[in-house]
Structures are given as C-alpha cells and as structure tokens.
C-alpha cells in the first residue's frame, strides 16, 4: 500500500542509505561539480524550491501553479516509493550540494508497460550548461537496462529549448496536437515526440 508522507519520512533515512544511486559526477563548462543520483527525502525543500521557481516564471510545462511544502511532500513520498518498486526512474541533478534539476521516466501501465513517460525541468540559472543533455542521457541509458522500449514525452510546441535538445538526443516528432495546453496567453500546441530504444 502506498505511504503516506508522514510515514515516508519515519523510515527514510535508512531507505535513502541503501537505495541512494550515483549516475555519474561531470564537471560543468563553469567549473562547478555536477553529480546525477537518485533523488532522497532530503532533496524535499530544494525540490520544492525548484518546481516553485519553474512554475513563477511561467516555463512551458504542465504544472501551472506553485505548490506547498504539503503538496510536495505527498508527491515526493509517492515519487520515491515508485522508484523503490521499479515503476520509475529518478534522475536529479546536484550543483554543489543543491538540487537543480529533476527528471523522471514512469513506466506505463498493462498494455503499455514496456513504454516509458519522460519529464524533465532544470533551474532556469542552471541552463544551457548540458546538464539537460546529461540527464536524458542518464534517463535513456537506465530506461534501456530497465528493459523499456519506447520513451514517450509532450512538450509545448513553444518550447524551442527542449524539442532541440529532445531531437538531438534522437527523439522523433510524431504529431502535433492543436490547443492541448492552456497558458495565460490562451490556448496552445503540444507536440509529441517518441524514442525507440531498441
Ligand atoms: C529543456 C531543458 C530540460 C533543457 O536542459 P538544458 O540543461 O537547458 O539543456 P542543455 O544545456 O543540455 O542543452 C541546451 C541546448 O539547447 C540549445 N538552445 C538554447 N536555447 C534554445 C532555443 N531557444 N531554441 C533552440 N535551441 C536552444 C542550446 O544551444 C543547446 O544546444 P546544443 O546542446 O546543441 O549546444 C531545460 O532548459 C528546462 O528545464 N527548461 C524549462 C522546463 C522545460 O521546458 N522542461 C521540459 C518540458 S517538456
């Protein structure tokens, strides 16, 4: 049965030491350090910070109000649980000790269980340092040896940024759906773009 966050919390310390996964330590174009792991219950207030952060500056993506500490810990609590079951691969991005970065591929349900749901967001001051490249990387490498074979995602059709860095890594465009997002503008396209992986 799913946890609760409050239960979550009684037993993480000791879940976080035993399933905590380092994916990989890079030395940004800055010089700073960046380490890809998975995330742990005491990424919850930078976490929080980071999804607030992408939400006030309008980013295209789904989540269009911020969220509380509440709200984020319930969310957190299922995110890890999943991880710890294998339904979901985690991958966050830490720059000197902060969390920056979250990405996530959840593996669909029945007869979708060999494809994989990809969502990714970065700190707006922490783009374009490839660190987004490095994490789909990650995501698309750990997905593969979770034995997924097809990675999904939506993305504002807007959203120059990620289509560029989504078809570099080899994702292809499939269709573009007319006014499935809607922003303050009003209504707006969303593409869907797909990768095989095998
Ligand atoms: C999209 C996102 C994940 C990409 O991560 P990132 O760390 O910024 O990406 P990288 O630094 O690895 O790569 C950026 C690339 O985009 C290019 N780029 C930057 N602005 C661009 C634009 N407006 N149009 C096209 N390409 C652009 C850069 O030149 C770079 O290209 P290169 O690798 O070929 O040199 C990140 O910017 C982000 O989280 N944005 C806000 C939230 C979001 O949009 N999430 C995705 C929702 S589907």
């Known amino acids: 049965m799913l946890q609760t966050a409050g239960e ?3 037993t993480s310390l000791e879940r976080g030491r035993n399933t905590m996964k380092k994916f990989g330590e890079y030395q940004l174009s ?9 995330p742990r219950w005491e990424d919850l207030d930078d976490l929080l910070e ?18 509380t ?15 710890e079951k294998g339904r979901t691969i985690g991958v966050v991005a830490e720059v000197d000790g902060k969390v920056v970065g979250n990405s996530e591929v959840t593996r669909g349900a029945g007869a979708q269980s060999h494809v994989g749901f990809l969502g990714i967001i970065i700190a707006r001051e922490y783009r ?4 987004g490249t490095r994490m789909l990387e990650t995501l ?9 074979r097809l990675l999904v995602l939506d993305v504002y059709a807007s959203n ?11 994702f292809m465009e499939a269709e573009t759906i007319p006014g499935m997002a809607c922003k303050k503008e009003g209504y707006t396209d969303i593409v869907r773009m797909y990768l095989k992986l095998d």
């Open 128 to 131: 374009d340092l490839g660190i």
């Open 8 to 10: 979550y919390r009684a």
């Open 160 to 170: 120059t940024r990620a289509r560029h860095v989504y078809s570099k890594l080899g």
């Open 50 to 67: 980071l999804i607030n952060s992408v939400v006030e500056e309008e980013a295209d993506i789904i989540v269009n109000r911020k969220v």
């Open 140 to 148: 698309v490498e750990e997905s593969r040896r979770a034995g997924l």
């Open 69 to 83: 500490r509440e709200e984020e810990a319930e969310w957190l609590a299922r995110f890890l649980t999943n991880i």
């Open 30 to 38: 800055d010089g700073r350090r960046l380490v890809l792991r998975t």
